[in-house]
C-alpha cells in the first residue's frame, strides 16, 4: 500500500448560514471546504472532507504540499507517519491545526477498507451506538433557541447545547433559562466560544450551575491555562475545553494530568485526524477524564467523529451541528440517526459514499 499521490480539491457550497464569530454581523455567500484523495500504487484510494480555514485554495495548496512528503510511503505505517509529521512541521512548514486531520482520516480508512471492517471495528469497538446532541447556532433572540430546544427533546435527542449571542452576561442567562424553563430536566449546556474574562465566566458558571446546565465550554481562550484551571477549581459544573489548542496530545496532557479544565475535546478535523484523537482520549481515560468528540461540521467528517465516539469508552455524545439542512451535504445518504440515536454503519471503512456530484459541482480549484 506504497502511496503514489495525494490529490486536494479546494470546493465551495452556497450558504446563508452565519459562520462569523460576530454573530450575525458578517454572513458567508459560500462555505469553503477542502477534498483531499490519497491513493496508493496499486489502485486503492480514499477520500475525506477537510476544513478550509480563511480560504479554500489557499488551504488547498497548503494540504497538497504534502504530497511530496507522503508519497512512497506504506499507508498503513500510520504511528511512523504520524511523527515523521510533527518532525516535518516544524522544519519550515508550521501548517494551520486543520490540514493535517483529513490525510490521517485517509489512512485510517485505507486500512480499513482493506481489512473490510467499518472503521471503528477495525479501531476496536466500544458500542454501535452514541447518544446525540443538538448543537446551536447564534441567534438574536430567546425563542430561536427554545425552538431548538423543544426540537431537541421532542426527537429524542439527548440534550442541547446553546451557542449564546453574547451581548450580555444577563441576557444570555435570561435565554439559558428560558430553555430550561421550556425542556424541564432536559439536557442543556452552554458553549460561549472564549468570549469572557475570568470573572465574567465564574459569574456565568455560577448561572449555569443554578439552572442544572450539564457543562460549560470554552468560556475562555483554550490557551488561557492559568484561568481555566482557577474556574475549574471554583466552579461545581464541569469546565470544558481544549479543542482549538494545536499539536494533541501533547498540548492537552498537561490540561488533563493537572486539571485545567474537567472534560477535554478533540476532533479529527482540528486536533490532527484519528491518531491524535485516540492518543489525547486514552490519556484521557487513563486520569479518569472524558474526551467529548467537537463537531467537525462537514458530514463527511462528522461520519470519522462518529466512528471515534464508538470506539472510546470515554465519550458520552454525538455533537449534531445545527441547522442541519445547512451542513447536510458532502454524503450519499443521511448522517444515521434516529430517534435520537447515531447508529454505527457496518460496511467497510467510512460505511457513508461521498457525493461525488455535488464536490465535482462545488470544485472550484484542484492541486
Not at 32 to 55: I, K, W
Not at 350 to 363: A, C, K, M, P, V
Amino acid at each position: 500500500m506504497k502511496i503514489a499521490s495525494l490529490t486536494v480539491r479546494a470546493c465551495a457550497a452556497e450558504t446563508d448560514v452565519t459562520v462569523d464569530k460576530l454573530r450575525g454581523e458578517k454572513q458567508a455567500d459560500s462555505l469553503g471546504f477542502l477534498v483531499y484523495t490519497l491513493t496508493t500504487e496499486d489502485g486503492q484510494s480514499a477520500s475525506m472532507f477537510g476544513f478550509a480555514g480563511a480560504s479554500a485554495v489557499g488551504s488547498a495548496h497548503l494540504a497538497a504540499s504534502l504530497d511530496t512528503f507522503l508519497k512512497g510511503r506504506d499507508a498503513r505505517d500510520r504511528e511512523r507517519i504520524w511523527h515523521d509529521l510533527r518532525q516535518h512541521d516544524r522544519f519550515w512548514a508550521l501548517l494551520p491545526v486543520y490540514i493535517w486531520g483529513p490525510v490521517d482520516c485517509c489512512l485510517w480508512l485505507l486500512a480499513a477498507q482493506a481489512a473490510g471492517q467499518p472503521l471503528y471495528k477495525y479501531i476496536g469497538a466500544s458500542r454501535d451506538s452514541v447518544p446525540v446532541y443538538m448543537s446551536s447556532m447564534f441567534h438574536d433572540d430567546a425563542d430561536s433557541y427554545v425552538a431548538e430546544a423543544k426540537l431537541a427533546k421532542e426527537t429524542g435527542l439527548a440534550a442541547y447545547k446553546l451557542h449564546p449571542p453574547g451581548k450580555s452576561i444577563e441576557a444570555d442567562l435570561e435565554i439559558h433559562a428560558a430553555c430550561r424553563e421550556a425542556v424541564g430536566d432536559f439536557g442543556l449546556m452552554s458553549d460561549p466560544v472564549s468570549s469572557m474574562s475570568y470573572p465574567e465566566a465564574l459569574r456565568y458558571g455560577r448561572g449555569l450551575e443554578a439552572l442544572d446546565f450539564i457543562w460549560f465550554e470554552e468560556p475562555m481562550q483554550d490557551e488561557n491555562l492559568f484561568a481555566l484551571q482557577s474556574l475549574t477549581q471554583s466552579l461545581d459544573i464541569p469546565v470544558i475545553g481544549t479543542e482549538t489548542l494545536a499539536k494533541h496530545p501533547y498540548s492537552v496532557a498537561t490540561c488533563i494530568s493537572d486539571r485545567i479544565v474537567d472534560i477535554v475535546r478533540a476532533d479529527v478535523s482540528w486536533s490532527g485526524g484519528v491518531t491524535s484523537v485516540l492518543k489525547t482520549a486514552h490519556i484521557a481515560e487513563g486520569f479518569g477524564v472524558n474526551c467529548e468528540i467537537h463537531t467537525a461540521i462537514f458530514h463527511p467528517l462528522e461520519m470519522v467523529n462518529l466512528h471515534l465516539c464508538a470506539a472510546l469508552k470515554n465519550c458520552s455524545y454525538f455533537e449534531l451541528l445545527m441547522p442541519l439542512e445547512k451542513f447536510a451535504f458532502g454524503l450519499t445518504e443521511p448522517l444515521p440517526i434516529e430517534n435520537g440515536i447515531a447508529h454505527l454503519p457496518d460496511r467497510p471503512g467510512l460505511g457513508r459514499d461521498l457525493d461525488w456530484d455535488f464536490i465535482e459541482n462545488t470544485t472550484i480549484a484542484t492541486v
